[in-house]
């Protein structure tokens, strides 16, 4: 806690004297007042008050050293001081990052995933707001975590606790509150738990310092106490010359309101409390009789390790570390509150210091109807959109109608449309769903589940199906039976047609419950849409929108692929290539608009997964030319228009296509067997594979995926707090991909330009086009450089071009492994910093010179009456690291070019005239070598510089001065070209 204990004293004494503040701070670091401290209070008489006195709420005062940490304000967690702002901003995400990182599990991961929300592309308020809900939710549901498992091995921890009882003490405590054992807390928790247990009891001056500091019962604070209250002075009551007779009504009073009993004892820890200047109110005398009960078990060894060990892991739980957990457990419970209290609102309020014994059951009613509400506002606002009642409203009311639609009738399909909307269809379920349960009647759900059992009742009713299926000369496949029994309750014709039509609106619904998740409904209300007016085609056409545009959900999909079968050691190269080969095909025909389905209906041949992927690679080969037809969904080629039965079954077939792409696994092919499973059709395999168990070693290989990410975020601890002041300044999200790209792009800027630049492990002809594609985007850099809107509008261009490159080499590349998809997300979340720096005139431009290409970072700072400045940097592969920093003056232009080379800046001297005589203007330019450049450094100087500006008054917010913005642009062009001719002309470099 010690550094959030100085935050807090800086917040208290910002305005004293500096002389006294810094021992002040020191002072209270160690837990120990000293003259420094009492003179930042304003002197030794307001700072311990030698007077007792009555309060107007009959409580017994005496002001005392008082932790300004607790004045009128409770003690906080991490994330509720994040939330206020006591912290800078860029420490403030680095410490919402360090309580992802400890309290983070694989399955937590595994639930948000379900939830549309993705550890890599998330940000960490997001990522917490999901899993405080999450973790609330297994408790709720009382599931087992103790055999998800953490990031370490039981050995790996025994070497860091050096106890195997100690180690599984821990893991126990950790895996039931749904945490990772990650190094960090087991250490922490380790070392916690030794300061417990080298606790002998708790002395009266221990206690008095407690009280006079108002500080909680936690390890850390009882530990420290124990060494830091030496110096307190412990006075008597029968030596303090206090006429306790005059103050008994009060006494008894506070006695009473503290729920104790009226004895001895209770009189006499009074009359203590109010001998040694404690404030005699009920919370105190409760407070120093718990303190006297937890001595006395610490000195008897009674004290419950286990309770102590769970304590520490819900302060983990709750963004505080294991020393932060109180050794206080004894709690007088309320049980009505344990009749109604659901462990998603207890965990909640807890957080929200809401006290269970203390607060009132209406009170605890009212709040347990606000917390989803309260999820959901954190959502939208963390998420960037108003978190208005309108939009709560209409996000609380949608994850209603999709979770009651779920349980509803499936038999309802037969009574609505196409054309009907959510809303509609929920509607007329809900009243399907009543008329069945005044009936006491069961039924199938509009949900479906792998190898569910419908009950005997549902069984015996439709026990013909298979009969009329066979009659009809169709599959007995789940989703006919399916359709066959929703046509036969409502009294439907069962023909082919009708039950195809009838699949098609089912499969519409499962996609749509699969859809809309949360992640999804949030981007819909941030659009402005209502999924309720929607009907399920129009919901599940923009929810593939949001999808596609978000671009992650493939790339994930397809990296997941990767590694479970780079975890699979059985299998050959040539094996491995061929899973790649089929997965890759697949996801082209689901993502060809169903354009191979239409040229096989119209082709006359069978619907199967063999006939599809030899359309699909008859296509690459021979360029056979099938289009799109809007009215169908589907394709056509130049022969006469498909039916409305094959429109219909077309779609159908399509989004079986989604389905089995959802469900794919290089396990479940093999088992399946490619003769097999080639000859299905788009919903046969589907159905094969939604119907097949994940083997141990699929879970296996699941659980290790996300144990991989996890390990990746837990590295994000250490990245120091100016990549996230970076990108706080740019207004980015802190995701862990975000995260990992501008620490990258602070420490080596040239990288990003050397993956998009390099050779490409593509076709021929897509290395031709994405060649042509780089060289157009060079060109359009060349001729923005003087114009702010044309530097954008190139940044956007060279994020899209970095976006196709990476969507061609994961379609495309023989070779490709996980850590290239991964490294290529980071590229281009790289491009697309650059294009949201690209609003704020900050640029990363591609440099050209001879056979490679560097990345230039420019930076436009515009001031008052047409000044600015210009901060340019750069790492060439042979000149190193070059940084410019110009002010554009009213009369003249002034300059500092500094390299990490000596060489470079030798050579940059001997042209310096040339530069200076381009500017057009007055220029007085130095150059300067130092062998420890750090672009980084000088990136961070930049930010702090224009933060100064602007508390000064001296930024210029206004960039519609032509004037100032040709002599800005005009310096950064002459500089970059200058460098570009020089190092393009001498090779030594």
């Not at 005062?61 to 860029?90: F, H, L, R």
């Not at 001998?275 to 937890?294: F, K, R, S």
């Not at 462990?343 to 807890?350: C, I, K, L, Q």
């Not at 929200?352 to 999820?375: F, W």
Request: charge should be negative.
């Amino acid at each position: 806690m010690q550094v959030e204990q100085k935050n807090i004293w800086e917040d208290v004494t910002r305005n004293a004297k500096r002389d006294n503040s810094n021992r002040a701070i020191a002072a209270y670091q160690a837990n120990m007042p000293d003259a420094g401290a009492v003179a930042a209070f304003g002197g030794q008489e307001a700072y311990v008050q030698q007077k007792t006195a009555v309060s107007e709420a009959g409580n017994i005062d005496m002001a005392t050293y008082s932790n300004p940490a607790k004045q009128g304000q409770e003690e906080k967690t991490v994330a509720e001081k994040i939330a206020g702002q006591e912290i800078s901003s860029g420490q403030a995400r680095s410490n919402e990052i360090a309580v992802v990182a400890n309290t983070t599990s694989t399955e937590d991961l595994k639930k948000m995933e379900e939830d549309g929300f993705s550890i890599s592309d998330a940000d960490s308020h997001t990522i917490i707001t999901v899993t405080d809900k999450i973790k609330a939710a297994l408790a709720k549901a009382g599931v087992d975590v103790s055999s998800m498992g953490g990031t370490l091995t039981k050995e790996q921890l025994e070497e860091i606790t050096g106890s195997p009882v100690v180690t599984q003490q821990i893991m126990d405590s950790l895996a039931a509150n749904d945490l990772p054992a990650t190094e960090e807390n087991v250490q922490d928790s380790a070392e916690a738990l030794a300061q417990a247990a080298s606790i002998p009891e708790i002395t009266k001056q221990a206690m008095s310092y407690l009280l006079k500091n108002d500080m909680e019962p936690t390890i850390r604070n009882l530990y420290l106490s124990n060494y830091s209250s030496s110096a307190e002075n412990i006075v008597e009551p029968e030596q303090s010359g206090i006429d306790f007779g005059s103050l008994m009504p009060q006494i008894r009073e506070i006695i009473a309101e503290a729920g104790l009993s009226d004895d001895e004892h209770a009189v006499d820890n009074s009359k203590w409390l109010v001998a040694n200047q404690i404030p005699l109110t009920p919370e105190n005398l409760q407070y120093l009789t718990d303190l006297q009960g937890l001595s006395d078990d610490l000195q008897t060894d009674h004290i419950d390790w286990d309770q102590i060990v769970d304590s520490m892991a819900k302060a983990i739980a709750a963004g505080k570390r294991p020393a932060d957990a109180s050794m206080i457990t004894a709690r007088r419970q309320m049980e009505e509150a344990r009749l109604v209290m659901t462990s998603e609102a207890s965990v909640a309020m807890e957080k929200a210091g809401v006290e269970m014994d203390l607060t009132p059951l209406a009170d605890l009613v009212e709040d347990l109807k606000s917390q989803e509400r309260e999820y959901y506002k954190d959502l939208l606002a963390g998420a960037g959109v108003e978190p208005s009642e309108k939009n709560v409203d209409l996000m609380a009311e949608t994850m209603d109608v999709f979770a009651e639609l779920k349980q509803q009738p499936a038999y309802v399909i037969g009574q609505v449309d196409a054309d009907d909307s959510v809303q509609e269809i929920h509607d007329a379920g809900a009243q399907m769903q009543r008329a069945f349960a005044q009936a006491n009647e069961s039924y199938e759900t509009l949900m479906t589940a792998p190898r569910s059992d419908m009950g005997d009742s549902i069984t015996k009713a439709f026990s013909n199906v298979d009969d009329i299926l066979q009659d009809l000369q169709l599959d007995t496949s789940e989703t006919n039976r399916r359709a066959v029994r929703i046509l036969a309750y409502n009294n439907t014709e069962i023909t082919p047609e009708n039950i195809m039509e009838v699949k098609a609106l089912d499969e519409q619904m499962q996609h749509a419950f699969s859809n809309m998740k949360p992640a999804v409904t949030l981007e819909m209300i941030r659009r402005g849409e209502n999924p309720l007016d929607m009907t399920m085609e129009q919901l599940n056409q923009a929810a593939q929108e949001i999808q596609q545009e978000n671009g992650t959900q493939e790339q994930e999909r397809f990296s997941k692929y990767l590694w479970k079968l780079e975890q699979n050691h059985e299998i050959s190269e040539e094996e491995r290539s061929s899973y790649i080969g089929i997965y890759r095909l697949i996801a082209q025909v689901e993502k060809g608009d169903g354009a191979a389905l239409g040229f096989l209906m119209n082709q006359g041949s069978d619907v199967t997964m063999r006939n599809l992927l030899h359309a699909v690679r008859s296509e690459k080969k021979s360029g056979l030319d099938y289009q799109v037809d809007d009215d169908f969904d589907g394709v056509d080629s130049t022969a006469e228009g498909p039916k409305i039965d094959e429109q219909i079954s077309a779609a159908f077939q399509q989004n079986c296509l989604r389905d089995v792409m959802e469900h794919i696994s290089p396990e479940k092919l093999s088992r399946l067997g490619e003769e097999k499973w080639q000859n299905m059709s788009p919903e046969q395999l589907a159905e094969a594979l939604r119907q097949m168990d994940e083997s141990v070693g699929e879970q296996e290989a699941e659980k290790s995926y996300r144990q991989e990410q996890l390990a990746q975020y837990q590295q994000l601890a250490e990245t120091p707090e100016d990549v996230y002041t970076y990108l706080e300044r740019y207004d980015i999200p802190n995701s862990m991909i975000n995260v990992m790209a501008a620490s990258e792009m602070l420490r080596k800027p040239n990288r990003m330009m050397e993956r998009l630049f390099q050779q490409d492990h593509v076709s021929k002809d897509s290395m031709t086009e994405i060649a042509e594609m780089k060289e157009q985007v060079l060109e359009q850099f060349s001729k923005a450089l003087e114009n702010p809107s044309d530097l954008a509008d190139a940044m956007e261009t060279l994020a899209d071009v970095a976006e196709h490159v990476m969507d061609t080499m994961i379609v495309e590349d023989p070779d490709v492994r996980t850590i290239d998809i991964r490294e290529m997300r980071q590229m281009t979340a790289q491009f697309q910093i650059g294009a949201k720096q690209s609003q704020e005139e900050c640029y990363v431009i591609p440099m050209q010179t001879g056979d490679s290409v560097t990345g230039v970072s420019l930076k436009i700072v515009r001031g008052k009456k047409k000044k600015g400045l210009v901060d340019i940097f750069l790492d060439g592969e042979k000149a190193g690291k070059i940084t410019a920093s110009f002010q554009v003056k009213s009369d003249r232009i002034s300059g500092t070019i500094v390299t990490g080379s000596e060489e470079t800046a030798k050579q940059i001297e001997e042209h310096l005239q040339e530069m200076q005589d381009a500017m057009q203007e007055p220029a007085d330019i130095h150059v300067a070598y130092t062998p420890d450049l750090s672009l980084s450094q000088f990136e961070m100087s930049g930010i702090r510089r224009e933060s100064e500006m602007k508390e000064q008054g001296e930024l210029e917010e206004d960039r519609s001065n032509q004037v100032q913005t040709t002599r800005l642009y005009h310096t950064a062009e002459v500089f970059i070209n200058s460098i570009k001719s020089l190092l393009t002309k001498t090779k030594d470099l």
